[in-house]
């Protein structure tokens, strides 16, 4: 069955970095395209970031833009949120989806298969 677990989520401060991964299996990886989800507490799940299958094509919420990096690697079944500048308001659970149709979608009912959420958290 298609698993995505996502990783390096933790405790940083503010301005602090950090590198998020997801890993598929499963599933044939590189023809999804992927997609990070974030739910702030108290708050519904936001839309982040996300990449086409090849990589070529990404999107980005405007809150994040210049600050946080979606890419992905098919050759491991990986696909990565690099975060930089972080900011109080960027604490929250942090979900890697995927969607076989390929697309860069921002909605969240276009993705079919999600993992359990890493927590962010950014300390002032």
């Known amino acids: 069955q298609v698993q995505l677990v996502e990783s390096g989520g933790g405790l940083v401060q503010v301005g602090g970095s950090l590198r998020l991964s997801c890993a598929a299996s499963?599933?044939?990886?590189?023809?999804?395209?992927m997609g990070w989800f974030r739910q702030p507490p108290g708050k519904e799940r936001e839309f982040v970031a996300a990449?086409?299958?090849?990589?070529?094509?990404?999107g980005y919420t405007d809150s994040v833009k210049g600050r946080f990096t979606i890419s992905r690697d098919n050759a491991k079944n990986l696909v990565y949120l690099q975060m930089n500048s972080l900011k109080p308001e960027d604490t929250a659970v942090y979900y890697c989806?995927?969607?076989?149709?390929?697309?860069?979608?921002?909605?969240?009912?276009?993705?079919?298969?999600w993992g359990q959420g890493t927590q962010v958290t950014v300390s002032s």
């Open positions: 990449i086409s299958r090849s990589g070529g094509y990404t």
């Open positions: 499963g599933l044939t990886f590189s023809r999804y395209a």
């Open positions: 989806a995927g969607n076989s149709l390929g697309g860069v979608y921002y909605d969240r009912k276009e993705y079919s298969n």
